[in-house]
């Protein structure tokens, strides 16, 4: 009886035996996908074509609202509420244009003011990141002086300037407001600075 019972084996054991003996099959990781960018060449999770994309927004065109104000008329029938919304628009590429429209909601005068400054961008000269050399620009009582700099100086400007230096594309440039601080004479003075800016040809033939 005793050997018969040694021969007797738990079930619990023959399980654990029969279980080690099934192979064990490591998972492999899968291979990252390979994206292939607009020139055709592939790139290992897509890093360099986000890059890419990064690159071509900069030259994206440049849509600043600088200000909006509120226009109240009164008439016979009581007061007619508008707005007015002044917009600078620019592709970064030494084109720009500003525009100043009314409409009854702020959403609609916006959208005007944009539609209306695409229309009316005018070319600026350039040279390099910053004009080619100093300019007063002037509308009104509002006077803006225009200097270039040097490269890694950055927008030295106010509010409405900066708006429209960074819709032309200028990085490096100093400049300073005189007299009246209303930001449509402002723009309207940077925008005659800009619009009489001569490239280097046209100053060695003056």
Do not use: W
Not at 92 to 97: A, F, L, M, P, S
Not at 171 to 190: D, E, F, G, M
Request: aromatic share 2%; net charge positive; glycine share 10%.
């Amino acid at each position: 009886m005793e050997e018969q019972k040694e021969q007797i084996k738990d079930p619990a054991d023959t399980a654990e035996t029969s279980v080690n003996k099934i192979p064990v099959v490591e998972e492999q990781p899968p291979e990252p996908v390979r994206r292939k960018k607009a020139g055709g060449e592939e790139d290992r999770f897509g890093r360099k074509a986000k890059i890419a994309f990064e690159k071509s927004s900069d030259s994206e065109p440049v849509e600043e609202v600088i200000s909006i104000n509120r226009i109240t008329k009164v008439t016979k029938g009581g007061k007619k509420l508008s707005f007015s919304a002044l917009v600078v628009v620019g592709d970064t590429k030494g084109r720009v244009g500003y525009s100043l429209e009314k409409a009854a909601e702020v959403s609609i005068a916006i959208r005007k003011s944009i539609a209306s400054a695409k229309k009316q961008m005018i070319n600026v000269s350039l040279s390099g990141s910053t004009i080619p050399h100093e300019i007063i620009g002037r509308c009104g009582g509002a006077t803006v002086l225009l200097k270039p700099a040097a490269d890694g100086t950055g927008v030295i400007a106010a509010g409405p300037v900066r708006a429209v230096c960074d819709g032309v594309g200028i990085r490096n440039i100093l400049t300073k407001c005189h007299r009246s601080n209303n930001p449509i004479n402002v723009v309207k003075a940077t925008m005659d600075g800009l619009s009489r800016l001569k490239s280097g040809n046209n100053l060695k033939k003056a």
